[in-house]
């Protein structure tokens, strides 16, 4: 079993930074396959951003936040961090985390994770 912890929500302002970070622990913390996603209120949960594999190559990024947001892992820590700047009022989500193992062009889909995080909150302020 592989537990996700989330930390590092807040409450900003329009054009701040923030970094999120979620630790991984238990008997897979070598999951390859690591990922963001976030949900407003009243929306879908939607895919942010992710990491197909432990070497951290070929990042996935969504339209909405590619060129903002930029996903990085610590394999030494277990750890999956997302650094998001120009922070946006259509930022504002729980932003959890998710682990599993999955084909490279599949990391959107949140059907094939197996583990996920509590979430964090996450609120843009005008």
């Known amino acids: 079993q592989v537990k996700l912890v989330e930390s590092g929500g807040e409450f900003v302002q329009t054009g701040d930074s923030l970094t999120l970070s979620c630790a991984a622990s238990?008997?897979?913390?070598?999951?390859?396959?690591m990922a963001w996603f976030r949900q407003a209120p009243g929306k879908e949960r939607e895919f942010v951003a992710g990491?197909?594999?432990?070497?951290?190559?070929?990042?996935t990024y969504s339209d909405a936040v590619e060129d903002r947001f930029t996903v990085s892992r610590d394999n030494a820590k277990n750890t999956l961090y997302l650094q998001m700047n120009d922070l946006k009022p259509d930022d504002t989500a729980v932003y959890y985390c998710?682990?599993?193992?999955?084909?490279?062009?599949?990391?959107?889909?949140?059907?094939?994770?197996?583990?996920w995080g509590q979430g964090t909150q996450v609120t843009v302020s005008s």
């Open positions: 238990g008997r897979a913390v070598k999951v390859p396959t």
């Open positions: 990491l197909p594999n432990l070497s951290s190559t070929q990042a």
């Open positions: 998710a682990a599993g193992r999955l084909p490279l062009q599949t990391l959107h889909y949140s059907n094939l994770y197996d583990y």
